[in-house]
Nanobody, 117 residues
Framework: QVQLVESGGGLVQAGGSLRLSCVAS????????LGWYRQVPGKQRDLVAT???????NYADSVKGRFTISRDSPKNTVFLQMNSLKPEDTAVYYC???????????WGQGTQVTVSS
């Protein structure tokens, strides 16, 4: 099985930047999709960005142009560079790995991001 561990969350002022990292350990997959999701109290967990094994990216409209997702496959790591942060970006951010062939999803424990005005 795969274990995902997020890091890089914290407190930042509006307009600032933050870089999240997620390291995957255990079984590796040749066909997978890595992604970031976020969740606030009382709401569902929403997609932020995804990146495929071939490098194709997808972003939520609310973060497009501000956030960038990337991956370092040899190190089994996915990143989320967050710029021009807004208070509404405040949430717990979760790392996700989708094993496409086995149709299985894995989740990290989450990391808190708080943006102050």
């Amino acid at each position: 099985q795969v274990q995902l561990v997020e890091s890089g969350g914290g407190l930042v002022q509006a307009g600032g930047s933050l870089r999240l990292s997620c390291v995957a350990s255990g079984t590796t997959f040749s066909i997978d999709v890595l992604g970031w999701y976020r969740q606030v109290p009382g709401k569902q967990r929403d997609l932020v960005a995804t990146i495929t094994h071939s490098g194709t990216t997808n972003y939520a409209d609310s973060v497009k142009g501000r956030f960038t997702i990337s991956r370092d496959s040899p190190k089994n790591t996915v990143f989320l560079q967050m710029n021009s942060l807004k208070p509404e970006d405040t949430a717990v951010y979760y790392c996700n790995l989708e094993d496409v062939l086995r149709r299985t999803n894995y989740w990290g424990q989450g990391t808190q991001v708080t943006v102050s005005s």
